[in-house]
């Protein structure tokens, strides 16, 4: 069951996620995270990096949707100046949000990767719905209190992977 919750990658930060790497693995779409994937939880705009960021996906044609679990008002400010399209509310880990996000880019699943700061929504979520999962560092420790309690619960996941030899992306560092 455990397997479920060991993204495929796992990167310091989306900034190391280039086209150039995506199109390697036939990566055409995009599906990520918000808070403490993009900007900090707590931050309410895109950064200057993040827009350039996009710049680049949407320059190399590679699709990106947003889907957070957050509220409509927080994932719209964010999201809309990007021209982006977007889910909030998307009750992840259930498949429901990814899978319409995959329809409404019209890329097979294999063409997309989803990316995400945590194991028990993006990247079990992401896993159970049938796509290529990468996880990345949270930009910042402190968190909302839903996401306080799911962090407990994925360092013991964590912990015991590491002592089961799974968690091999360390070694990278
Ligand atoms: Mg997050």
Excluded at 40 to 59: G, H, N, S
Excluded at 139 to 151: A, F, M, P, S, Y
Excluded at 165 to 171: F, I, K, L, N
């Amino acid at each position: 069951m455990f397997k479920k919750f060991l993204p495929n990658e796992h990167v310091k930060s989306i900034f190391e996620i280039t086209p150039e790497k995506l199109k390697e693995k036939g990566i055409k779409g995009i599906i990520t995270d918000l808070d403490n994937t993009l900007v900090a939880w707590d931050v309410r705009d895109a950064t200057p990096e993040i827009i350039q960021w996009f710049k680049l996906m949407e320059d190399s044609d590679i699709k990106v949707t947003i889907i957070s679990n957050n509220k409509e008002e927080r994932v719209k400010i964010f999201s809309q100046p990007l021209n982006t399209p977007f889910v909030y509310s998307a009750r992840k880990p259930l498949a429901l949000a990814f899978n319409k996000a995959a329809k409404d880019m019209k890329l097979a699943k294999n063409e997309i990767v989803v990316i995400g700061d945590q194991l028990l929504t993006d990247v079990l979520g992401g896993n159970r719905a049938g796509f290529y999962t990468m996880l990345v560092v949270p930009i910042v420790e402190t968190d909302g209190k839903i996401t306080q309690v799911n962090r407990y619960v994925e360092r013991r996941i964590l912990n015991w992977m590491r002592k089961k030899g799974m968690v091999t992306w360390e070694e990278q560092k």
